[in-house]
């Protein structure tokens, strides 16, 4: 009877504990790593994840100050020397009178003409020979070897008219020849000589170009006594 008691007590503690563990919750099973569809390679976490939170903000970077500091130039001792500004050049007409080179300013000088007839003026000073007509205007013609006191050159085919306009008054001048147009510097006009004897006070200076001296005329001062 031990025996068989014992035996049944065992089956129902059997029982009971078989009975426990089908009323126990099942273990959650290992999660295996996720494959690919080719089921080679895992799949990398950060590609199932939306893309705001794979991609990384870039860090802001620090901003520098463009601008340059100026050097104190009381501290440095070093101080900036003016700039000059440049000489402007300037165009001469050249031309004989006698035997020598004189010239006017090309920005004064409308046209050159060639020797024509002058009609004569009563009244007028010696040095105004007559007048021309130049397009329906009547233009009074100077001849600067009178004007200027000197002998003049030989008047042949190569002599001119050069018609300037000095004071918005067109002015014409008999000249012995045209000998052509230099560029110089303003600065290169040196005052005339004090003992010039005749015409000094018409003349705007002495200017040396290519080894020759040209006498520059002052057309306002040269031109303004015509209808003296």
Known sequence: MDILAARKKAAEKERSQQKLEQARPAEPQPVQQQTSAIGETPLDREACLPATEVVQKPQAAETRSAEPQAADAASTGI?????????????????RLGGEEYAV????????LKRRELTMVPNTPNYIPGVISLRGTMLPVI?????????????????????????????GLIVDRVTG????????????????????????????????LYIVLDLEKAVGHQGA
């Open 79 to 95: 101080v900036d020397e003016p700039v000059e500004a440049p000489v402007q050049e300037i165009e001469i007409l050249s031309f």
């Open 105 to 112: 300013m090309v920005e004064s000088v409308r046209e050159v």
């Open 143 to 171: 001849d600067l070897c009178i004007r200027l006191g000197i002998t003049p050159g030989d008047r042949d085919e190569k002599s001119r008219i050069i018609v300037v306009s000095p004071d918005e008054e067109d002015v």
């Open 181 to 212: 147009v230099h560029r110089i510097r303003e600065d290169e006009i040196k005052p005339p000589p004090e003992n010039i004897e005749h015409g000094g006070e018409l003349l705007r200076g002495i200017v040396r170009k290519n080894e020759k």
